[in-house]
């Protein structure tokens, strides 16, 4: 078994914690039947929208 925790970002609050109290973020899943990615992404406020910072991707194991 493995388990996967993903914190919640700030996407609509002016509050935060530690080093990235200034910054709205949030997390958007792909799922496939294999897979999933979980992708951070950050408000820019020069771009004025939020951008990919960072990826991570999990296989998914099956057990029989």
Same mark, same amino acid.
Request: net charge positive; hydrophobic share 35%; with cysteine.
């Given at each position: 078994?493995?388990?996967?925790?993903?914190?919640?970002?700030?996407?609509?609050?002016?509050?935060? +914690?530690?080093?990235?109290?200034?910054?709205? !973020?949030?997390?958007?899943? /792909?799922? $496939?039947?294999?897979? %999933?990615?979980? *992708?951070?992404? +950050?408000?820019?406020?020069?771009?004025?929208? !939020?951008?990919?910072?960072? /990826?991570? $991707?999990?296989?998914? %194991?099956?057990? *029989?």
């Amino acid at each position: 078994h493995r388990l996967i925790i993903a914190s919640a970002g700030t996407a609509t609050s002016n509050r935060g +914690r530690g080093s990235h109290a200034e910054t709205n !973020f949030f997390n958007l899943f /792909t799922i $496939r039947p294999d897979h %999933f990615i979980i *992708e951070e992404r +950050r408000y820019n406020a020069e771009a004025r929208c !939020f951008i990919k910072h960072g /990826t991570a $991707r999990f296989e998914r %194991f099956f057990e *029989e």
